[in-house]
Each structure stands twice: as C-alpha cells, then as structure tokens.
C-alpha cells in the first residue's frame, strides 16, 4: 500500500489569502468603527462607517489580490511559453540544463542524465517548469481562488465588529469592540500559525499587537477629530 504524505505547502495560497482577507476585515473595520465610535458619533453613524468600510474593503481587497496573482500567474505563463519554445528549438541542450540541476542536488553525472532523459520523454515541459522554473501545480499562481477567499474573509472578519456594535450599548461600543477584535485577531493568528506549522503563540502576538497599535490611534485620532470639531 503506497505510503501518502500530506505536507502544509498545498496550503499556501488559500491559507495566505484567507488570512490576509480576515485579518484586515478586522483590523480595518474594527479600527475604523472605533475611530468614529471615539469621535461622539450615534450608533447609526458608527453602524453605516462600519458597513461601507465592509464593503470597500471587500472589493478591494478582491481586486487587490486579483491583480497581483494575476501579473503572477502571467509571470509563469510568459515563462512555460518561453520553455515550451527553447525545448522545440534546442532539446539537447535543455537536456543538458536539467542534468546540471539535478547533478548540482547531489546525483551523480550518470544518474542525472537518466533521470533528466527520462522526466523529459515522460513531460519535458513539467519537468522543467517544476525543477528549472520552481512551478508547481500546487504553488501555482490562482487569481480568482485568491480573490475570492480573501473577499469573502474579509467580509467575515468586518462583519464581527459591525455584529459587536449592534449588541452593546452605545457608551461601550469601543472597549466591547477593541476587546473582541483584539480576542479575535489572536485567535485567528494562533489558529494559522498552527495550520501553517508555526508557534501559535507568536502568531497571535504578532497579530494582537498591530491590531492594537492600529486601534489604538484611530481611537486617539477619532477623539480628537471629535473634540476639535465638537
């Protein structure tokens, strides 16, 4: 029976977006509703600049991830379409670029060339794309996947301080929402640094601290816009 591993770098691309999304949904909508919350604003006030934080951030964060793994994945596209032609033109000599790689990873000069010969009869574009290139079907570039995973968290994580200014009294609306956001935010650092094979408590510090530092002064900003304007 075939012995199957399941290693943390098939994660890599979702598990990033997915964080990255939820954790500024929180971050970014917690720190504003706080701002305003500071500033002497109503309930309805603070609950409508939560909302279009909510929604503003969600589509930028989509178009934001979009673009950038898109110039990625054009990046390894511009790449296989250069590869794919250096093979029609020159088999040989890319032949002789896997050989070094794999004689340079420690397999001897005859071994290298068979198993370079062998990797190329079998799909000479995918073994060069993996072992020349570094793309993988795994670690490759998914524009829409990412988009989507880091809208949609972003959507959840603001939704949450939105939720806490619904439920609380108006006078408690900052500590009740720094409070939760700063729980939440370490909780979702521990849980991916623990997806991600990493210290759970290192994550959740690191999170918890530039959640709070970023509260902390729309908090002071909204306090004073508050006052110079009041």
């Avoid at 670029?97 to 079998?122: C, F, N, P």
């Avoid at 006078?171 to 700063?182: E, F, H, Q």
């Amino acid at each position: 029976m075939a012995h199957l591993e399941r290693h943390r770098t098939d994660r890599v691309g979702w598990l990033r977006a997915a964080v990255l999304g939820a954790n500024d949904g929180i971050v970014s909508t917690a720190s504003l509703v706080v701002g305003v919350a500071a500033s002497g604003a109503a309930r309805g006030e603070v609950l409508v600049a939560g909302a279009a934080g909510l929604v503003a951030g969600a589509l930028s964060m989509a178009a934001g991830e979009y673009v950038s793994v898109s110039s990625q994945a054009d990046t390894e596209g511009a790449d296989l379409v250069r590869e794919r032609g250096e093979l029609a033109a020159d088999g040989p000599a890319e032949e002789d670029e896997l050989t070094a790689i794999y004689a340079a990873r420690g397999l001897d000069a005859e071994l290298a060339r068979q198993v370079a010969r062998q990797l190329m009869a079998h799909d000479a574009l995918g073994a060069h794309a993996r072992d020349e290139l570094g793309i993988t079907e795994e670690l490759a570039a998914r524009p829409l996947q990412a988009a989507m995973a880091s809208a949609a968290t972003f959507a959840v994580g603001a939704a949450l301080p939105i939720a806490v200014v619904l439920l609380v009294p108006p006078g408690a609306v900052v500590t009740a929402v720094a409070g939760s956001s700063l729980v939440l935010l370490a909780a979702l650092g521990a849980l991916a640094a623990s997806v991600g094979g990493a210290s759970p408590l290192v994550g959740a510090a690191r999170v918890a601290f530039w959640g709070a530092l970023a509260m902390a002064v729309t908090a002071a900003m909204g306090a004073l816009f508050g006052t110079t304007v009041g």
